[in-house]
């Protein structure tokens, strides 16, 4: 049975519910938010430029980064989150901050029922604050 892990928390405890999934061989995909990782996008560089001209964004960035091995099977859904990141940083206040939050919990529910129509996936995995 393959699992899909569905999370927006992207700390340390997700990721080794994450890394433990593959090593057994039952991480079949990965649907979070917005975490960093090298994809050899332009992306990438867009992310390193950002670091260097903001290091306190380097240091969020670094927050969200996962695990190289992870990275294949990672799916983001980056929309809200960065909506909720930019709305908490411009002190709107945590009913804001909240609603944003409950939108992309949301979006990342119905994305992971669909989901789970699909024969590939056996099973769920889902943690709401990690």
Known sequence: MRFLLGTLAHNAHIQNVALCLL?????AR???????YRDGSRAAAVRDRLGRAAPVLAGALS??????????FIHRQVFWEVCRVLASRAGL???ATDWLHDKATARLGR?????????????????EYG
Not at 111 to 127: D, I, K, N, Y
């Open 30 to 36: 990965y649907e979070t938010a917005w975490v960093n």
């Open 63 to 72: 927050r969200r980064g996962v695990a190289d091995s992870l990275q294949p």
């Open 23 to 27: 090593e057994l061989g039952m991480l």
């Open 111 to 127: 994305t992971c029922a669909r989901l789970m129509g699909q024969p590939e996936f056996g099973g769920f995995f889902g943690v």
């Open 93 to 95: 206040g945590p009913v």
